[in-house]
């Protein structure tokens, strides 16, 4: 679908609902299969958690999760420790380029039994459940945290519980204190200290229902910070459903968006957004995105908008993700008219005079190229080529803005 962002401006003072966070919903369902006395709200409606939750519930042989790439880390655990099930756990052709060894080999150490279909180190992949009995295993930090959540997920239900030896500078710890605090809530014993996380055996079932509500998705959250960020002075949005003390790490949003005078004010279970100040285009931003990756798309084309150089690093995640998200942002933000250099794990956007009109926007399979580039509908005319790719993480992305004054085509 090839849609057309014609030059808007944002109806101030609107209400969203933003579905609920992808990141804690799969995780409460791959519990909820372990745990079933769980019952979950506000669960997400996007592609990957639908497909997380036919996943859990199939009785295939195969499990083909598309482009799901969180799904495909859990699942491989999930399926590892289920006794007696055989699954070939496969997936769109780019998920088959993206690594997952790490995890694998992890779990090998641990005693699952999973080959390699294809390429070695990559899906798809075939899993014969088992019991396991180890309880150790060292992993490397630096890699995606989604790795060290797969195995804290399954590790109530082995005999032994789970000792984790991280190796290096830990990534996306805020995804990894996600994981522990579901954890938690279930009445499970966890403990992270320096390089080791444990998670202690509970094999039994839960006392009785645990009703989770999920909250809302900062990662959705981001678009609509952007839109405020690129808006007049006194332009506001309210989003639903948020909390104060949230276990996602995009919630950093709220701090980080101050320096482009977005002001956030948190109003029972909602968040009040405010265009409250000018931004000063001259001083170069330097953001460490090492704990927040899946912003950094969102944040480069906000600073492109609001024509600031940035600077922004910790972003070596990238590479693997549904396409690799450095190259993407530079070709896309060339296009408009940027200066910008990427290195492995860093993006420098230099100050830009003007930005170049009805550009076509390529979006890569990717749900968050699609909706980063939709702000500057508010600087420019813009095409978003395959823009239905964003059903991945928010099905109704489009509608809602059109319910807030921008105009689709």
Known sequence: MLLSLQKSKLVSGKTLQITGSKSESNR??????????????????????????????????????????????????????????????????????????????????????????????????KIRGRNINK??????????????????????VLKRGLTIELEGTVTSVPYINMTLSLLNQLGIETSFNGQFIKVYPFNKTLSAEKVIEVESDWSSASYFYSFIALSDVGTEIILK???????????????????????????????????????????????????????????????????????????????????????????ELTKLGAQIEITANSLELKATQSIKPNVAIATYNDHRMAMAFAPLALRTSIVIEDADVVSKSYPSFWDDLQSIGIILK
């Open 241 to 331: 459903s948020y909390k104060s003390n949230s276990l996602q790490g995009d919630a950093i949003l709220a701090k980080l968006y101050r320096e482009f005078g977005v002001e956030t004010v948190f109003e029972g279970t909602a968040i009040r957004l405010k265009k409250s100040d000018t931004v000063e285009e001259e001083s170069s931003l330097e953001i460490d995105l090492s704990n927040a990756p899946d912003i950094a798309q969102t944040i480069a084309v906000t600073a492109f908008g609001l024509q600031k150089p940035i600077h922004l690093t910790g972003l070596h995640t990238l590479k693997i993700k549904e396409t690799d998200r450095l190259v993407a942002l530079k070709n």
């Open 135 to 156: 309880s150790q295993v060292r992993l490397k930090a630096n890699v995606s945290s989604q790795y060290i959540s797969a195995l804290l997920l399954i590790a109530p």
């Open 28 to 125: 409460l369902l791959l519990l909820q299969a372990l745990f079933p006395e769980i019952k979950i709200l506000n669960l997400s409606n996007s592609d990957d958690t639908v497909l997380m939750k036919e996943a859990l519930s199939s009785e295939a042989e195969v499990v083909d999760i598309h482009h799901a790439g969180t799904a495909m880390r859990f699942l491989t655990a999930f399926f590892a420790v289920k006794p007696k099930r055989e699954v070939v756990l496969t997936g769109s052709q780019r998920m088959k380029e993206r690594p997952i060894g790490i995890l694998v080999e992890a779990l090998q150490t641990l005693g699952a039994d999973i080959s390699y279909l294809e390429k070695q180190g990559y899906p798809p992949l």
